[in-house]
């Protein structure tokens, strides 16, 4: 959503606003919750990095059920790495904001948590305030899979724009890992207590990712620091599952008529969440325990499962289902020839590739995935899905394709997923359309992208090393399957493709 429509959306009503002055109001409308703490007297505990749709949709969401439970000083202070929107919509209404539960039966809650959004290329000062106060006990992140910063072979990327900004101006960073290490530092000649740093991101073992990103950058800078970080800071792993569709203009209008007063910048999501967090993880934090988030010692077997049935069923869809001209998730299962082909897809090729916790069964949680697709009252555009392709495919994609590699079990449809994506970004390329993707400079400088030979595209892509290494280039089933994929996909329509799917 833009500033812009949001203004609009807001000149466009006179109603009131949705603001502490007026929860009252929104609290006398039937079935509507709103924070059940003290709230004007919470102290802020956690520093956000990256309070976007998805944060206040969730880890937002399990924090303020905590504090509504048993209270705290578990305020969220959300730092913004780049954009100020969220601050200056978000401000006005003193930070509270509704999340709206689209499902069979459609909720209201006010979310209170968050009490502060600080914009660090502005604010870089306060940030590190913020994150170097001994009040603060916990620092979480999403930030994308970009915001690591990692080179491929796993290290920190030290040639990144950002951390070399960062490396040479370490006090006024602008990378999350730039800021987590300049606070810690600050901590430790203050001679406070390290805070632990929580990754809420969709990336498999987002805290060692994250652990390995800030000691690497920790250890050009000063290697006692490095030593301090190592010894003194937590990086737990966790898994995150939400459907979280962005805000739309309707979103706006039809939950402020809902709460009768404007909310300016409320979140829609599905019903079902799920937060999987390590145990092996000391130190204080909300009672997360007591509101639904799973503790667990195989956080690993749960991100596998989400990132390869719902994260991979959702790539697949996003980009096949874009090419046949569909617009949501929900209008792609609907129609018999995808719901097939993903049930198809998760059956034969992704469950068996890896080992799911114990507490899963994973038959089960793979239907319920493709009926949280099915939901009616979600509109989740495939676009949205679709963007940052290079990253996202690299976690849910492709370990499942080199995992059945070396089991000796089917590519086929996977690869078919992935040659629907090298389609996708083909016809992006030929007509001259945004993609959104850190890597849209390399698919446009890649001449042979263009290439009518199949053959051709598809060597093209699998020499992308900084998304696909070597092993993939050099394998030579694999590749054949990219081939027939890619060249079935180009001689079928769009809307005949359904019926392709139907075929493998
Ligand atoms: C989606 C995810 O945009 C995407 O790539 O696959 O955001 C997905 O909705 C969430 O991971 C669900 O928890």
Redesign the pocket.
């Known amino acids: 959503m833009t500033l812009t429509q949001n203004k609009s959306a807001q000149n466009k009503s006179a109603q009131k606003k949705l603001c502490q002055e007026n929860l009252a109001q929104v609290a006398s409308v039937a079935a509507i919750t709103t924070p059940q703490y003290d709230r004007e007297n919470t102290e802020i505990g956690i520093v956000h990095l990256g309070p976007g749709a998805f944060h206040r949709a969730h880890q937002a969401v399990y924090t303020e059920n905590a504090m509504n439970l048993s209270g705290g000083n578990w305020g969220i202070c959300g730092v913004s790495l780049r954009s100020a929107t969220a601050q200056e919509i978000l401000q006005q209404q003193d930070y509270l904001y509704t999340l709206a539960v689209l499902d069979q039966n459609i909720s209201y809650q006010i979310i209170g948590a968050v009490k502060e959004i600080l914009v660090a290329n502005k604010q870089s000062d306060k940030v590190i305030a913020r994150m170097a106060a001994a009040s603060t006990k916990l620092v979480t992140l999403t930030i994308t899979e970009k915001g690591y910063c990692l080179a491929s072979d796993g290290s920190l990327d030290l040639n990144h724009e950002d951390i070399k900004h960062d490396l040479a101006n370490p006090c006024a960073p602008i990378s999350a890992i730039g800021f987590i290490v300049e606070s810690l530092k600050q901590r430790k000649i203050n001679g406070s207590s390290a805070f632990n740093v929580l990754s809420c991101d969709?990336v498999s073992g987002n805290g060692d990712k994250l652990r390995r990103a800030v000691l690497d950058y920790a250890e050009q800078l000063d290697n006692s620091l490095k030593t301090w970080i190592s010894d003194n800071v937590a990086f737990p792993n966790a898994m995150?599952?939400?459907?979280?569709p962005k805000t739309e203009s309707y979103t706006v209008e039809s939950v402020s008529k809902a709460i009768t007063v404007q909310d300016n910048w409320p979140i829609q999501r599905e019903e079902f969440s799920q937060w999987v967090i390590d145990n092996n993880w000391q130190g204080e934090r909300p009672d997360w325990e007591k509101v639904g988030v799973i503790f667990t010692d195989d956080v690993e077997g749960f991100e596998k499962a989400k990132l390869r049935l719902?994260?991979c069923l959702?790539?697949t869809l996003a980009y096949s289902a874009s090419l046949a001209g569909f617009e949501t998730v929900f209008d792609a299962i609907r129609d018999k020839g995808f719901y097939q082909f993903i049930t198809k897809l998760a059956q034969n090729e992704i469950i068996g590739s890896f080992t799911p916790p114990k507490e899963m069964d994973v038959n089960v949680y793979a239907n319920e995935i493709i009926q949280r697709f099915s939901n009616p009252s979600i509109r989740h555009l495939l676009a949205?899905?679709a963007c940052d392709g290079s990253q996202?495919l690299q976690i849910r994609l492709l370990p499942v394709i080199r995992d059945n590699i070396k089991q000796n079990r089917s590519t086929k449809l996977l690869c078919f997923s992935l040659a629907s994506w090298f389609e996708f970004i083909c016809q992006a390329v030929k007509n001259n359309q945004e993609i959104v993707d850190p890597m849209a400079e390399t698919f446009k400088q890649t001449a042979a992208i263009l290439s009518d030979d199949v053959e051709e595209v598809v060597t093209s892509f699998l020499a992308i090393e900084a998304i696909f290494g070597k092993d993939l280039l050099a394998d030579t089933k694999v590749k054949n399957q990219l081939v027939d994929s890619l060249t079935n996909i180009r001689k079928t329509t769009a809307n005949q493709l359904s019926t392709l799917l139907n075929s493998l």
Do not use: F, R
């Open positions: 969709n995150v599952d939400s459907i979280t719902l994260n959702h790539s949205q899905i996202k």
